[in-house]
């Protein structure tokens, strides 16, 4: 097996109450010394000026202008154009009253000028303060893409923010400036001068000058640093660089202090880590910045392009257009964070879409099943150890507009048992052209994708590493780490579903977790990761009780739990913060829970909730809004996404769903889900519901629920005070394999499909099948085996339950209509499990009953001109339904 840690202490047994460690393990480049620094820099301002003089005419920062209210190209400023900025903004800050210390604040999207602040703050050794970016809702994603869809963001979260770290001077975004004006921000009264990206209106400039505040645009403050030159302050390595704040799930956000130091080790961490591996980083890359850089992922990524004379472009503000930035810019790294990637291998309706669904869109059944075997047989090649671009090396010979032809011949020669090795060939090729397709849509360039910010599924991670025809690199990280606290290795299948190996300059260990029953000396050893390290935060700014509570003995107490894997890499398998004990002494850890019951292809998001005083678990459930659709077509009911959750049979569907997805990952009876509300619009900044960084804030979650969180614990307490459940249910049931009264019994007539069996049944679950393709063709719509009533294949419904019955037959056989051939089994299933409905349907669409196959069935239909469109109502008029 391939060791990818280094163990350079033995753990230690907890005595005296004090809880028992695990081993101390370091990065393999560490394992008998931390490397040397590089000589040349020291700070974070060292990081550009070496850029500088090295790479004085390579492009550094671009943005798209608007011509006729549309985006246009790229523009571009070289590391020489930049630095001449900062030089003039480094003077006017100056010339303003700025000395070494003063805190700045940068309040803002991503754009040009945001780094040229940062880089004026660094030659002066003046403090930056990021204030949180909001997007405004003109720039919201409904699908709330992590730290991307922040909408709105509470004034009181900037207004503590400039208070609290004694910000006097601030950069800000034209759009911004009314909110800092804004009588309710009342720390901007402390403000000396306020400097916007572009330009103020009148009306602001007399506002700002009656509150007190000198206010300019750009052109004007870099004329005065040109009218006012200023020499340089450059920091020591100890100075204070930057506060980030991060936010905290309750309370005001915390002030993480980051050294100079801190951000010159973890750049110089990074390019030793990615030295080992082939495709090292020059000063032709490009990265496509959209995270925010208020927050430390897109911080560091793009101080290390700097450091390597690279390019970063930034978006052009409409995130819903961000597929427009990727093939106008072309980067070559694109960054994300789990929800990004998780919308990827979803295929729901965002920018990244294109990447997936409208590629399976193209396909036919056939055609489907080509890619299945294609991924499998790359996959295959990788887990073996062969390299992405390795295991399919014919690929580059192929045109992309060739693709699809070659797929159909393929497939006939394998149907018809053709042997020759040269289909080996075919097959390589024809395993990298779809990844290449999907590339060609991300610019046709990336060859790196970094998922950061917290722990990737294993089947994403797999999924992209497959696909995407580029290195994938996961890791794990905070704030207090400055950024990434571990590393994943590109091309080690092995480390799928782990977040990799302890960066270079620091440490790991795990600490016991008792009351979770977590021990790193357990096998699996579990515990709290702790960091110790020259790339840790020095301490929460004016909070001493926070930083000691959060660093013990120089150990940084995350507050994630992790397992050892044997290879020497680390899973996050829990949260220590988000642990709970219900009424009978049982502990319940809600992240992982929520982490667990989020892959349910019918849930787009969900907040569990566990009371001390209660011996159950509810939710709050967010349905995902396309298979919520299908099931409603399924069932027969038409209208939006709030209506349907509405449904008392929806509501019983999804807790069905729900108790197979806790059977599939083996929890525990205590740990289901007893009850669920159906919550149609996401969790969202606007009802500080989440965090920035899209963290659920579980106070005000109850708080805003709390009406209906007691109706359902009410409801649950008198569910069986009356005499058996509110309506008639046949004997069987009750049982299924996985029948549990209090969660299968619901307070509505069961629904049918064509089978004769509830929904929530026939949806049995497959994990291996990706949401994405749930959309495309879901062999879950096939019956299964149930237990039936004596004497009986067929549910019986009562009489006022009859036309509802034969609808949803109708609606069950149009949808297979809509499959194609692959409905086939369900026809054949529906001629041997009910001979009278398949009767009664042969009467009336075919001769002597003769079809069997949804082929013979579209011959028929052929046959009386009817068109797949208007199947369903071809088939409800001759069933005599209005």
């Known amino acids: ?149 922040v909408t709105n963001l509470w004034p009181s979260a900037v207004n503590f923010i400039i208070d609290h770290a004694e910000v006097d001077f601030v950069f800000v975004q034209d759009k911004k400036v009314k909110e800092l004006l804004n009588p309710d921000c009342t720390s901007s009264q402390r403000l000396k001068i306020i400097v916007s990206f572009t330009s103020l209106t009148d009306e602001e400039n007399d506002k700002a000058a009656r509150t007190g505040i000198k206010p300019y645009s750009w052109d004007e ?41 801190t951000i010159a080790f973890t750049v110089r961490g990074i390019d030793l880590f990615l030295e080992q591996f082939e495709d090292k980083m020059t000063g032709d890359d490009v990265y496509l910045s959209f995270l925010p850089l208020a927050h430390i992922l897109d911080r560091m990524i793009e101080e290390y392009f700097f450091h390597n004379g690279a390019s970063v472009g930034y978006y052009h503000g409409d995130l819903n257009a961000l597929g427009d930035d990727l093939m106008e810019l072309k980067p070559t790294l694109f960054a994300g964070v789990p929800r990004v990637f998780e919308r990827v291998y979803e295929g729901m309706e965002n920018f990244l879409v294109i990447c997936i669904k409208k590629a399976l869109q193209e ?58 090795y040269n289909l080996i060939l075919l097959i390589h090729c024809l395993a990298s052209i779809y990844s290449l397709k999907i590339k060609a849509r991300l610019g046709g360039r990336v060859r790196l994708i970094i998922s950061g910010g917290a722990p990737l599924s294993s089947e994403i991670e797999e999924f992209l590493r497959v696909t995407c025809c580029a290195f994938v690199v996961q890791g794990y990280g905070l704030t207090e780490t400055c950024g990434p606290t ?56 004016k909070n001493p009780e926070l930083t000691k509570e959060a660093i013990k003995d120089g150990w940084f107490h995350t507050g994630d739990i992790g397992q050892m894997l044997p290879n020497g890499t680390i899973k996050i398998i829990d949260r220590k913060k988000n642990l709970i004990k219900l009424s009978q002494g049982e502990y319940i850890a809600l992240e992982y829970l929520e982490n667990v019951y989020g892959i349910t292809p019918i849930v787009e998001d969900i907040w569990v909730y566990g009371n001390s005083f209660k011996s159950s678990l509810v939710a709050v459930v967010v349905p995902h809004e396309e298979n919520t659709k299908r099931w409603a077509y399924l069932n027969g009911f038409v209208g939006s996404l709030s209506e349907h959750c509405a449904l008392q049979q929806l509501n019983s569907y999804i807790l069905s769903e729900l108790k197979l997805t806790a059977e599939r990952n083996k929890l525990r009876g205590f740990e289901n889900i007893r009850a669920i509300i159906l919550e149609p619009r996401p ?6 519901l989440i965090t920035a960084t899209m963290k659920k804030k579980r106070n005000q979650l109850l708080k805003y629920y709390q ?37 299968q019994l619901h307070a509505s007539p069961p629904l049918f499909n064509f089978h004769g069996k509830r929904c929530a049944q026939t949806f049995r679950p497959k994990s291996h099948i990706p949401k994405h393709r749930l959309l495309e063709h879901d062999d879950r719509l096939l019956p299964s085996k149930r237990p039936t009533t004596k004497g009986s294949g067929l549910v019986r419904p009562n009489a006022s339950e009859g036309r509802s019955f034969v609808e949803h037959h109708v609606v069950g056989l149009t949808q297979n209509l809509e499959l194609g051939d692959y409905a086939a089994k369900g026809i054949k299933k529906l001629k041997d499990d009910h001979p009278a409905i398949y009767s009664m349907l042969s009467k009336i669409h075919g001769e002597k009953g003769a079809w069997s196959s949804v082929a013979e069935l579209k011959g028929i239909m052929k046959k009386k001109n009817v068109m797949k469109q208007t199947a369903g109502s071809w088939i409800v008029s001759d069933f005599g339904i209005r």
């Not at 029953?517 to 709290?528: D, M, Q, R, S, V």
């Not at 969790?683 to 500080?688: G, I």
Request: net charge neutral; aromatic share 12%.
């Open 1 to 149: 097996m391939k060791i990818f840690s280094a163990q350079v202490e033995e753990g230690k047994q907890g005595k005296d109450g004090k809880p028992s460690i695990g081993p101390v393990y370091r990065n393999l480049l560490s394992e008998y010394d931390f490397p040397p620094p590089d000589p040349q820099i020291s700070t974070s301002w060292d990081i550009f000026n070496v850029a500088v003089q090295r790479n004085p005419g390579n492009r550094m920062l671009g943005w798209r202008k608007f011509v006729d209210g549309k985006p246009g190209p790229y523009v571009w400023k070289t590391y020489k154009e930049v630095y001449e900025e900062v030089v003039h903004v480094g003077s006017a800050l100056r010339a303003s009253g700025a000395e070494p210390g003063s805190r700045v604040g940068v309040y803002g999207p991503n754009c040009p000028q945001w780094i040229v602040a940062m880089e004026a703050c660094n030659a002066h050794n003046l403090i930056c303060v990021p204030l949180y970016d909001t997007l405004g809702k003109a720039f919201t994603f409904d699908i709330q893409i992590s730290v991307l869809s």
């Open 221 to 261: 403050f870099l004329q005065m640093g040109k009218q006012n030159p200023s020499e340089f302050s450059p920091p020591q390595a100890y100075n204070v660089c930057t506060i980030m704040y991060t936010s905290g799930t309750s309370g005001n956000p915390k002030g993480v202090v980051l050294t100079h130091e």
């Open 363 to 420: 396909l036919n059944p056939r055609r489907r099943k080509i890619f299945d075997i294609l991924y499998k047989y790359k996959l295959a090649w990788m887990n073996m150890g062969y390299k992405n671009k390795y295991a399919s090396p014919l690929a580059d010979l192929l045109a992309f507009r060739k693709v699809f032809s070659f797929l159909i011949p393929c497939y006939n020669l394998i149907a018809s048992g053709f042997k020759h």
């Open 486 to 541: 571990t590393l994943g290795y590109p091309d080690e299948m092995s480390m799928v579903g782990a977040v990799g190996t302890v960066a270079v300059y620091n440490e790991m260990r795990l600490e016991e977790v008792p009351e979770m029953n977590y021990n790193p000396l357990g096998n699996p050893p579990c515990g709290e990761i702790c960091i110790k390290g020259k790339s840790t935060f020095t301490e929460y700014y």
């Open 683 to 688: 969790f969202d900044m606007e009802r500080d």
């Open 707 to 743: 009406d209906q969180i007691d109706e359902l614990y009410s409801n649950l307490a008198g569910k069986w005070s009356s005499q058996g459940p509110p309506f008639p249910v046949p004997d069987h049931f009750f049982l299924s394999s996985h029948s549990d009264s209090d969660s």
